[in-house]
C-alpha cells in the first residue's frame, strides 16, 4: 500500500525565517509524490510533485521539496517564509489515487 | 475559465435526505475523483472513473453513488443522509497523476 505520513501537526515559523514541513512515504516501487496546499475555505493547490530525475523539486510560490530515498522522506522547504504562507499542507502519494498525510498546519508570524 | 467546478459550493439539508452535487472539468482529463474531507481536515479518496467508467470504490457505503454521463462530469449522489456524512467533498481530475482539484462542496447534515 502507498502511504505517506506528515509527523507534525504543526509548524510555527517567524517571517523570514527558511521553513521545513515534513513528510516521509512508504511505497512499493517508485513514487509519485505531490505536496498541495490549502488556505482557508479554499480547494487544494498544487505546488509541486516529483515523478523521477532531480531530487531536489522547485514548485509554485517559492517552495521547494527534497526526495531522500534513503531516508524515504520528501520534505516541504522554502528559504524565507511568509505570512500569507499560513496554511494547511498536504503531502500525497499517487497510487491509483492520491493517498494524502494527515496534513501539516503552517503558522507563519510576523 | 474555471477547470474543475462543483455546484453547489453548499449544501445544508436535514438527515434522510437525498442530495447531489455536480462537477465538471473542462480540461480534458479522463480521470476524475472524489474525496472527502472531515472535520478534522482529513482527505480520504472515495471514488476514481476513467473515461466514465468506474476503477476505485474505497469502503463507502453504498447510499453513495457516483455517476459519470461523460468524462467532462462526475456527480455524486447521497441517499438517505446520515449525520455523519457532513464533510466538505472534493471533486478532482488528473493527468499522469498530478490533480486538479474543485473548490469544494461543503455538506451539512442536521
Known amino acids: 500500500a502507498q502511504s505517506v505520513a506528515q509527523p507534525e501537526d504543526q509548524v510555527n515559523v517567524a517571517e523570514g525565517n527558511p521553513l521545513t514541513v515534513k513528510c516521509t512515504y512508504s511505497?512499493?516501487?517508485?513514487?509519485?509524490l505531490f505536496w498541495y496546499v490549502q488556505y482557508p475555505n479554499r480547494g487544494l493547490q498544487f505546488l509541486l510533485k516529483?515523478?523521477?530525475?532531480?531530487?531536489l523539486v522547485k514548485g509554485s510560490y517559492g517552495f521547494e521539496a527534497e526526495f531522500n530515498k534513503s531516508q524515504t522522506s520528501f520534505h516541504l522547504k522554502k528559504p524565507s517564509a511568509l505570512v500569507s504562507d499560513s496554511a494547511l499542507y498536504f503531502c500525497?502519494?499517487?497510487?491509483?489515487?492520491?493517498?494524502f498525510g494527515k496534513g501539516t498546519s503552517l503558522l507563519v508570524t510576523p | 475559465d474555471t477547470a474543475v467546478s462543483q455546484t453547489p459550493k453548499y449544501l445544508v439539508t436535514q438527515m434522510g435526505n437525498d442530495k447531489s452535487i455536480k462537477c465538471e472539468q473542462n480540461?480534458?482529463?479522463?480521470?476524475m475523483y472524489w474525496y472527502k474531507q472531515d472535520s478534522k481536515k482529513f482527505l480520504k479518496i472515495m471514488f476514481s472513473?476513467?473515461?466514465?467508467?468506474?476503477?476505485i470504490n474505497e469502503t463507502v457505503p453504498n447510499r453513495f453513488s457516483p455517476k459519470s454521463p461523460d468524462k467532462a462530469h462526475l456527480n455524486l449522489h447521497i441517499n438517505s443522509l446520515e449525520l455523519g456524512d457532513s464533510a466538505v467533498y472534493f471533486c478532482?481530475?488528473?493527468?499522469?497523476?498530478?490533480?486538479?482539484f474543485g473548490p469544494g462542496t461543503r455538506l451539512t447534515v442536521l
Open positions: 472513473y476513467n473515461n466514465k467508467e468506474l476503477i
Open positions: 480540461l480534458g482529463h479522463d480521470t
Open positions: 478532482a481530475s488528473s493527468r499522469f497523476g498530478q490533480q486538479f
Open positions: 500525497a502519494v499517487f497510487g491509483y489515487a492520491l493517498n
Open positions: 511505497v512499493s516501487g517508485n513514487p509519485y
Open positions: 516529483y515523478i523521477t530525475g532531480d531530487n
